[in-house]
């Protein structure tokens, strides 16, 4: 029964000594199967039993109902240094009172949409819980996230189609990926990015990619000093044209004289030494042109 019970309950390394049922709650004595050999100070083997308090442990509910861990602790005591200290494992860490994949489940739970006095009201937990699970999890994140990238780039992006309200979004151009979004674009938002860097991530920014937009050049300059700021192309090209559109209308048409054109357009005829037209009064037409004076003299009289 109490091997059913154990693999039942899917804790590694874990043994059910005793189940309580006591309503909509079940209570699980249970115990680590292996002890430990060696003392975590002086690295000694001669430990002994010094106590075993009880340390109630939230775990995942089992058939609807709530299941509490009444975990047995063995608190050691190191023969040759006289230290003690308790059992621990991946799932339980130490001073903890949640299950690591009790947590989990909260943090799941949190980040599809749920709200948190909601979270709280169903797994029978606090909001205080579950905001906790939260930043353990995002602590966790951020630990295990890689260091600064080499080269980055800030842009603007917008939260939603047709919003007036921009963020920052930092991206890391090595490994092509967003390394952070920063809630806004002012030249203030944009400097907290490098304060949250270490020493080393810092002295490893060499490159910052940026668009027009003078805070982000501004920030750079003043808190990443070393770094070379470069600007994409397609902003520059973008750049280009906008500028461009807006000097056009203002600068006149000017139109050479023909005979200039005709130089300026055809330099082959001039290298040619082909004779140039004659200018505008030789084209006149040389004929005399017959008026019919008499026919209209008669008419206007």
Not at 92 to 98: S, W
Request: glycine share 4%.
């Amino acid at each position: 029964m109490q091997d059913h019970a154990s693999r039942l309950v899917g804790l590694e390394g874990f043994a059910v000594s005793r189940i309580v049922e006591e309503g909509d709650q079940l209570d699980l004595e249970v115990e680590l199967i292996t002890r430990a050999r060696r003392c975590p100070h002086c690295a000694a083997e001669a430990l002994e039993v010094h106590e075993r308090p009880v340390v109630a442990v939230r775990d995942l509910p089992i058939g609807r109902r709530s299941a509490v861990l009444r975990w047995r602790k063995r608190r050691l005591r190191c023969q040759a240094c006289r230290r003690t200290h308790t059992e621990s494992c991946a799932q339980v860490p130490a001073r903890a009172r949640r299950t690591a994949r009790f947590r989990a489940r909260l943090v799941e739970r949190a980040r599809s949409g749920g709200a948190h006095a909601e979270i709280a009201r169903e797994e029978r937990t606090t909001r205080y819980q579950v905001a906790r699970a939260l930043r353990v999890a995002a602590a966790a994140k951020i630990a295990a996230r890689p260091g600064a990238p080499r080269r980055i780039s800030f842009d603007e992006a917008a939260h939603r189609n047709g919003s007036h309200h921009l963020c920052t979004v930092i991206s890391d151009l090595d490994r092509k990926r967003v390394h952070d979004v920063l809630d806004g674009r002012t030249r203030r938002i944009v400097e907290r990015f490098p304060d949250t860097l270490t020493v080393a991530e810092y002295e490893r920014v060499e490159v910052v990619c940026i668009d027009l937009h003078e805070p982000y050049r501004q920030a750079i300059r003043c808190k990443l000093p070393n770094a070379k700021i470069v600007v994409d192309p397609f902003h520059v090209v973008r750049g280009a044209g906008e500028a461009l559109d807006t000097v056009r209308p203002r600068t006149p048409a000017r139109t050479a004289p023909r005979s200039t054109r005709t130089r300026r357009t055809s330099p082959q005829l001039a290298a040619a030494h082909l004779p140039r037209p004659p200018p505008a009064a030789a084209r006149r037409r040389t004929t005399p042109r017959t008026r019919p004076t008499a026919p209209l003299r008669a008419l206007h009289r």
